[in-house]
């Protein structure tokens, strides 16, 4: 596609749910990130991705919180057993060749969880 | 760790005019890049500017233009011949390495 793509765009759920939210980053793009928006602040990194092996994951707030990516394109952000406090916009971002410092940084529509 | 400040929650411009948003940093390193994006309220990040932090010469896209000002570790924008369109949320972002850090935003809201 021509740009970053997430799904769902919304998504409700009930407190203690497990919710997946997926990630399609632009063709050809080696590096991909995760980004928490809370109401109100800016954008908190979550998780990073080279390839399908990711060198940082030091943002994940704690280990209800997982994330793969499979065939160095498709990633998956799961959230077990939801809390209040995760509801949030989930951005997703791309970069080309190395993600070195340089790269640019697209990023997708983002998915708001709401957690009831 | 590096830190990101916008010291300014909202600004407000009339259309054709100029505004500056703010924007200041910490680090420790020599070699990053800086970033505005915006915001608008679709959610989507759009990549306004960025500016290399060993280049001395300010970047400029278009209406958008930077004043780095390395030493001071400042990183503003303007904003020039503000349009209806411009108005959004602006971010200011760093980068070394990996990820991005970005600030708390700037709203902008561009009056007719």
């Known amino acids: 596609g021509a740009g970053v793509s997430q799904s769902p765009s919304n998504k409700v759920t009930e407190k203690g749910k497990d919710v997946e939210l997926r990630c399609d980053p632009i063709s050809g793009h080696t590096a991909l990130y995760w980004y928490r928006q809370s109401l109100g602040q800016g954008l908190e990194f979550l998780i990073y991705f080279q390839g399908n092996s990711a060198p940082d994951k030091s943002g994940l707030p704690s280990d209800r919180f997982s994330a793969e990516r499979t065939g160095g394109s498709v990633s998956t952000l799961t959230i077990q057993r939801t809390q209040q406090e995760d509801s949030a916009v989930y951005l997703c971002?791309?970069?080309?060749?190395?993600?070195?410092?340089?790269?640019?940084?697209?990023f997708g529509p983002g998915t708001r969880l709401t957690v009831l | 760790a590096q830190t990101v400040t916008q010291s300014q929650p909202e600004m407000s411009v009339q259309e054709a005019e100029t505004v500056t948003l703010s924007c200041t940093y910490d680090t420790s390193e020599s070699d990053y890049y800086l970033f505005w994006y915006k915001q608008p309220p679709s959610r989507q990040m759009i990549l306004v500017i960025r500016q290399e932090a060993y280049k001395q010469q300010n970047a400029t896209e278009n209406r958008f233009s930077v004043n780095f000002q390395k030493a001071a570790k400042s990183f503003s924008l303007k904003i020039s011949d503000s349009q209806l369109g411009d108005a959004a949320m602006y971010f200011c972002a760093y980068r070394s390495r990996d990820k991005l850090t970005f600030g708390t935003g700037t709203r902008l809201a561009v009056r007719p």
């Open positions: 971002a791309s970069s080309p060749a190395s993600g070195g410092y340089e790269d640019t940084q697209y």
